[in-house]
């Protein structure tokens, strides 16, 4: 442990510790972190960076999804008010997940902290599983095949979730662990909670290119034929795993469990494993019972009878 000409304290194998500056340490050259957690002021208006990286990552899923429905001849209506209720499921279902987890957190603050989104605090299983909940009702409602909608929705709606932690990044939050890799970055979040200014892990950055990666997958997938429901699975297989590992290298306080005494996993680890052996399971089911064919095919067929049934009825 070393001090800077500030007094600030840091360590020696590569620590940052001012915003917007370099140090040369003794073992490396390390930089800061272009954290913004505001990323501009409208005189006493302050613009966060993470609500705005939200709403980019939710107007860039939606042009994506119109783009889809475009190619796939399929009407924009009924898939569009199902991506709104979603991101608005999603978003209650995240904020409502994140305060149970960190109750102790809120319990002594003023009551709009609990929808301060705007200062980060969206846990993701719960956006996932409360939008999921709301959009299966509205396609209950509507007559709607969940596989169907769900292999054309899934694809373009991962570029929220690249974009959704490139804004933890920019907020700070999210930090991993202290690390003296070349690619550390400083956190201030992290500083706050062990008291030295400390290069850490990009978790933040690590999930936004697990997202990519799965992005890449997934759009290239939905091209080739398939049963009802695998692009929807794809996600739901790949999303736990990598997420599962990513959380190893996480340092921010978030819900912990320690299990026999041996080993210790978080909440979204515990959350990943039934996740990956439902997907798992819901693909042996899907995949023996449905013939492969082209997505766009099926789905026109499927738009097809139902206006038929429609006319019939």
Avoid at 159 to 185: D, H, K, M, Q
Avoid at 229 to 252: H, K, Q, S
């Amino acid at each position: 442990m070393s001090t800077g000409p500030a007094g600030e304290r840091f360590f020696e194998g590569g620590v940052v510790l001012r915003s917007g500056s370099i140090w040369l340490s003794r073992k490396r050259l390390c930089y800061s972190a272009a954290m913004r957690p505001i990323l501009f002021s409208i005189g006493p208006l302050e613009i966060s960076s993470y609500p705005v990286m939200i709403s980019l990552g939710a107007c860039l899923a939606i042009w994506l999804t119109v783009r889809e429905l475009d190619r796939l001849s399929l009407a924009r209506g009924p898939y569009l008010t199902i991506c709104l209720i979603a991101f608005a499921g999603g978003l209650i279902g995240a904020r409502i997940m994140n305060c149970i987890v960190f109750y102790d957190l809120y319990r002594d603050q003023p009551w709009w902290k609990l929808i301060a989104v705007w200062e980060g605090g969206l846990a993701m299983y719960g956006g996932l599983f409360l939008g999921l909940t709301a959009a299966y009702g509205y396609m209950r409602l509507k007559g709607l095949s969940f596989w169907q909608v769900t292999d054309v929705l899934f694809p373009p709606w991962v570029v929220l979730l690249i974009v959704g932690r490139i804004g933890c990044f920019l907020n700070g939050c999210c930090y991993g662990e202290p690390t003296s890799a070349p690619w550390g970055f400083y956190s201030r979040s992290a500083a706050k909670v062990s008291g030295y200014y400390v290069t850490t892990h990009p978790t933040q950055l690590y999930s936004a290119g697990a997202a990519l990666v799965i992005f890449g997958i997934l759009w290239r997938a939905r091209l080739k034929p398939h049963f009802q429901g695998r692009t929807a699975l794809l996600f739901l297989l790949l999303y736990p795993a990598a997420r599962f590992v990513i959380e190893y290298y996480r340092a921010d306080p978030r819900g912990m469990w320690r299990f026999f005494g041996a080993f210790t996993l978080s909440e979204s680890q515990i959350l990943s494993i039934p996740l990956f052996i439902a997907a798992l399971a819901a693909w042996r089911v899907l995949s023996r019972h449905a013939p492969g064919e082209r997505p766009e095919e099926a789905l026109r067929s499927a738009s097809v009878a139902e206006q038929r049934a429609k006319k019939a009825g």
